[in-house]
């Protein structure tokens, strides 16, 4: 049985499989294909001239409106390079530096204006109406020296942010122009100007594309002057024009914060602008030991000079001494005096020895803890006399200088006396730009 049926397997093995018969083709199949093969060439006979007309009518249109698009694009540009009486321009001036997260101001830290500039007839009737302009940053070396420029020039030197930053500007960058004119709202720059080529940049403005109805000639875009943006961190250490009395001391030229300078000026308990010119007017050779020999002449000139600039205010000191008494300003010069019961007003100073007022102005100076505040004002004339009149110009203003115009409190001026001194002195307050008062 098993060889039986190995001999059977065998057999279906080596017998190949039947061919799927074919259908007989009969003569009717075979006279159908002809008809229908002749249909299809009398069809594509019939349509192939109905479909080349209608190929090239659309070939025809799509050329002649490529044409038409060809033809404007050309004039547009044309148009664009013809020189226009219109133009935008920024009222006010930008400050040449400004930093982020600030709003930018004029150099008078007023609000920025833009206005449209006519230079040959009436403004178009676009003006009257409500016109949209947008604010972009520019490149700061943008137009160069070209005085005209093309919209595309414009527009290819507009700033971006830098990858993965912020929009370069923030805040109202849309106004509207009513009338020729427009007030920039709060703008302000995200980034400095450091990474750009010119490490500057302009504000520009243009009219938002779309916003002209009238198709009125193209308005000139507007371009600031450069300015450099810093970051908002720098103005923590920006020097003050003027400083202030109670600036910090490295708020003057040449003495940078936590600096070499900036530690000497501390271990001397200096702290302020106010207690630099102190130390000035008290003794400079000592003040100018402790900066050391780092400070050079020309640095030690321009920090005094800075500092000079400072506003001095209206409040005045009183210190009492034994049989004299000296009032002085805040960076302790001497404006009057009484010794031994003789008051000399600050243009008899002069008749005081050189020697003796100032050793009198180093023992205010020592026990200043002692200083009584005043409140005065000192006049016109003493202003006068700090810029250099001449010496028969104090005798027309002796009753006006320093005039103690109360009664004063405590006449014997006695240094042991707990009476209360005030006075009122006449005038208007001398200015920031004042004027050493020689040796005093």
Same mark, same amino acid.
Not at 49 to 56: F, I, K, N, T, Y
Not at 289 to 302: D, H
């Given at each position: ?233 720098? %103005? +923590?250490?920006? /020097?003050? &024009?003027?400083?202030?009395? !109670?600036?910090?001391?490295?708020? $003057?030229?040449? =003495? ?54 400072? %506003? +001095?205010?209206? /409040?005045? &000191?009183?210190?009492?001494? !034994?049989?004299?008494?000296?009032? $002085?300003?805040? =960076? ?109």
């Amino acid at each position: 049985m098993a060889a039986k049926r190995l001999f059977c397997e065998t057999e279906s093995i080596l017998t190949p499989p039947l061919e799927k018969k074919r259908p007989r083709q009969t003569f009717a199949s075979i006279i159908g294909e002809v008809v229908m093969g002749n249909s299809l060439r009398h069809l594509t006979k019939a349509l192939e001239p109905l479909l080349r007309r209608v190929v090239c009518e659309e070939v025809d249109r799509s050329l002649m409106q490529y044409s038409r698009s060809l033809t404007r694009a050309s004039s547009l540009r044309i148009q664009a390079l013809e020189p226009s009486s219109y133009q935008l321009y920024f009222v006010n001036n930008v400050p040449s530096k400004i930093f982020t997260g600030s709003k930018i101001t004029d150099v008078e830290n007023q609000a920025l204006r833009i206005a449209v500039e006519d230079g040959g007839g009436d403004l178009p009737s676009l003006i009257s109406s409500s016109v949209k302009v947008e604010i972009v940053a520019l490149n700061g070396d943008f137009p160069g020296d070209k005085q005209d420029w093309t919209a595309d020039e414009f527009n290819a030197n507009i700033v971006k942010e830098r990858t993965g930053r912020r929009p370069l500007l923030h805040g109202d960058m849309n106004v509207t122009l009513r009338h020729g004119a427009a007030t920039i709202g709060d703008i302000e720059f995200t980034d400095n100007s450091c990474w750009i080529r010119s490490r500057k940049f302009r504000l520009g403005a243009r009219i938002v594309p779309g916003s002209d109805r009238n198709n009125s000639p193209r308005i000139r875009e507007a371009i600031s002057e450069p300015f450099v943006v810093n970051d908002q961190r720098g %103005e +923590l250490y920006k /020097k003050h &024009y003027p400083p202030m009395l !109670h600036d910090e001391v490295w708020r $003057l030229e040449k =003495i940078g914060k936590e600096g070499v300078f900036h530690r000497r000026l501390n271990d001397h308990n200096i702290k302020t602008v106010q207690e630099f010119l102190q130390f000035f007017t008290v003794d400079q050779q000592k003040l100018r030991t402790i900066l050391g020999m780092g400070m050079s002449e020309r640095m030690w000139e321009a920090t005094t000079k800075h500092a000079k600039t400072c %506003e +001095l205010g209206h /409040k005045l &000191y009183l210190f009492r001494g !034994h049989n004299f008494t000296l009032f $002085l300003n805040p =960076i302790y010069q001497v404006v009057q005096a009484v010794i031994n019961g003789r008051t000399y007003p600050f243009p008899e100073l002069q008749n005081i020895h050189e020697g003796t007022l100032k050793n009198l102005r180093k023992q205010a100076f020592d026990n200043r803890q002692w200083l009584q505040d005043i409140e005065g004002n000192l006049s016109d004339s003493l202003l006068l006399l700090t810029q250099g009149n001449e010496e028969s110009d104090y005798n027309n203003v002796m009753e006006k200088s320093l005039i103690i115009s109360g009664e004063v409190e405590g006449r014997d001026w006695d240094s042991n006396s707990d009476q209360i001194i005030s006075a009122t002195f006449q005038g208007n307050l001398l200015r920031s730009d004042f004027m050493f008062f020689g040796r005093l």
